[in-house]
Every structure is written in structure tokens, then in C-alpha cells.
T-cell receptor, first 114, second 115 residues
Framework: SAVISQKPSRDICQRGTSLTIQCQVD?????MFWYRQQPGQSLTLIAT?????????ESGFVIDKFPISRPNLTFSTLTVSNMSPEDSSIYLC???????????FGSGTRLTVV | AQKITQTQPGMFVQEKEAVTLDCTYD???????LFWYKQPSSGEMIFLIY??????QNATEGRYSLNFQKARKSANLVISASQLGDSAMYFC????????????FGAGTRLTVKP
């Protein structure tokens, strides 16, 4: 199974600023997924990132707010822009390189916006 | 559209006893995979067990087993001999095996193991 290194693990940010989250995979993967988990909630897919093309965003998520980069097959970043307290969540990256074609996840980024 | 339902927001179990976490799903796909993940307070997502829609036998992984009832569209997780370290959030998830789309998650169940 693929192993994903995600950083930062947590951060406290001021409203109006931006934070970039990085995910590094130990093998080449075609698709990477970014999820948001609001406090006490389940995981919600933000976008799917393929190398060499623009990310595909789910309903309710826009590129201006959550720009994503995918420069190669082992790396992706998610930026949370112009943050507000409502953006306080755990953000997780994942890929399909898990057991039984399941997903492997990064360790998550716990974001608090004050 | 796929939908995953976990109706138990929270569950308690005594240490060393077994517990069942419920999961029902709705899909029109014929080939799909069902997954259970554990999320401790640290926030990471840990894969526990997988069941394919064409698998005739229930999946087992150590103390975890999946009670798969395809006609009822249920995929309940059974944890035997509960341990204090089992206290966590548990998510049921499903993905369509042909479309290679994203995985959809249920709302989760918070399990607390009491000593």
C-alpha cells in the first residue's frame, strides 16, 4: 500500500490568511483526493486531483477558495484561502493505493482558524 | 447516487465484549466495495476491513468481521473482544469498483470502550 506523508499536522491561523497543505506519496499514483472533515462530521470530498490537469471540484467547493496543485505523480497541495472560522476542520489527502483498491490517507491536518 | 447510512451516533461496549456497528447502503451499481475505517482522536484514517459485492463469504481481519447481507444492503462491522484502544470513530464507506470514483463515507459511529 502507498504511504502518504502529510504536513502540517496541525496549525492555528488568523482569519483572512491562507494555508497550504502538502501531501507526498511514496509511489506514483494517478489520482489524489482531498477531503474536509468538519468537527464531529464525516468526510466530505473537496476535489479530485489528476496530474497534468485541473482538479475536479465537488459541488460547494470552488477553485478560488481551495486551489489545488498536482505537479507530478507523487505530490499534491491544497490551499485554504482567505480563511474564516468556518474553515476549521481536519483536511485529509488520500489515494487509491490502499488494500483491496481502498484508499490510503495522509495523517490529516487539523486546522483552527481564529 | 450512492448513499451510506450509519444510524448509531455513539455506542458503548464493555471491555472484552463484542460490539456491532451498523451500516446500510444504497446503490444501483452491481460491482462495489465496502470498507470500514477507524479514526482515533489523532485524526488519521485507518483501514480495517473490506468486502466486495461479489464476495460470498463475510470478510474477517483479526478481531474485525463484516456481516454482509447483500439483499438487505447492510454491511455491519463486528468487533470481538473489545479493547480500550478500540475507542474511536468508525466510518463505513463505499466505492463503485468500475468508475474508480471517490469513496463515499457514512456519518460515523463513535465507539467508547468502558473498562
Amino acid at each position: 500500500s502507498a504511504v502518504i506523508s502529510q504536513k502540517p499536522s496541525r496549525d492555528i491561523c488568523q482569519r483572512g490568511t491562507s494555508l497550504t497543505i502538502q501531501c507526498q506519496v511514496d509511489s506514483q499514483v494517478t489520482m489524489m483526493f482531498w477531503y474536509r472533515q468538519q468537527p464531529g462530521q464525516s468526510l466530505t470530498l473537496i476535489a479530485t486531483a489528476n496530474q497534468g490537469s485541473e482538479a475536479t471540484y465537488e459541488s460547494g467547493f470552488v477553485i478560488d477558495k481551495f486551489p489545488i496543485s498536482r505537479p507530478n505523480l507523487t505530490f499534491s497541495t491544497l490551499t485554504v484561502s482567505n480563511m474564516s472560522p468556518e474553515d476549521s476542520s481536519i483536511y485529509l489527502c488520500s489515494t487509491r493505493g490502499g488494500p483491496n483498491y481502498g484508499y490510503t490517507f495522509g495523517s490529516g491536518t487539523r486546522l483552527t482558524v481564529v | 447516487a450512492q448513499k451510506i447510512t450509519q444510524t448509531q451516533p455513539g455506542m458503548f461496549v464493555q471491555e472484552k465484549e463484542a460490539v456491532t456497528l451498523d451500516c446500510t447502503y444504497d446503490t444501483s451499481d452491481q460491482s462495489y466495495g465496502l470498507f470500514w475505517y477507524k479514526q482515533p482522536s489523532s485524526g488519521e484514517m485507518i483501514f480495517l476491513i473490506y468486502q466486495g459485492s461479489y464476495d460470498e463469504q463475510n470478510a474477517t481481519e483479526g478481531r474485525y468481521s463484516l456481516n454482509f447481507q447483500k439483499a438487505r444492503k447492510s454491511a455491519n462491522l463486528v468487533i470481538s473482544a473489545s479493547q480500550l484502544g478500540d475507542s474511536a470513530m468508525y466510518f463505513c464507506a463505499m466505492r463503485d469498483m468500475y468508475n474508480n470514483n471517490d469513496m463515499r463515507f457514512g456519518a460515523g459511529t463513535r465507539l467508547t470502550v468502558k473498562p
